[in-house]
Nanobody, 121 residues
Framework: QVQLVESGGGLVQAGGSLRLSCAAAGNIFRTNTMGWYRQAPGKQRELVAAITSGGSTNYADSVKGRFTISRDNAKNTVYLQMNSLKPEDTAVYYC???????????????WGQGTHVTVSS
């Protein structure tokens, strides 16, 4: 079991910045991927950015050049620095932890409770 605690959401004006954090605790596999997803009202949840424990990153086209994902493996924490925010970035942002157990040969996925990000125009 992995517990995820998110923080850093809020209200910001367009063009502003926010930094989201997500700390993982519990049965953490050394090799894992942590990422941020978002869900706007009436829309499906979508990937924003992800980072592996080795540091490889993946971004949605809509946030490339504006958002930066990073992680501190010693703290099992992932960060999302969001700059040049736009009203269309308004959504609930969810942290996700994914890991594969070589013991059970299973993929495990855990989600955070979500944090609201509202960007006013």
């Amino acid at each position: 079991q992995v517990q995820l605690v998110e923080s850093g959401g809020g209200l910001v004006q367009a063009g502003g910045s926010l930094r989201l954090s997500c700390a993982a605790a519990g049965n953490i596999f050394r090799t894992n991927t942590m990422g941020w997803y978002r869900q706007a009202p009436g829309k499906q949840r979508e990937l924003v950015a992800a980072i592996t424990s080795g540091g490889s990153t993946n971004y949605a086209d809509s946030v490339k050049g504006r958002f930066t994902i990073s992680r501190d493996n010693a703290k099992n924490t992932v960060y999302l620095q969001m700059n040049s925010l736009k009203p269309e970035d308004t959504a609930v942002y969810y942290c996700k932890w994914s890991g594969y157990s070589v013991i059970t040969l299973r993929q495990y996925d855990y989600w955070g409770q979500g944090t609201h990000v509202t960007v006013s125009s």
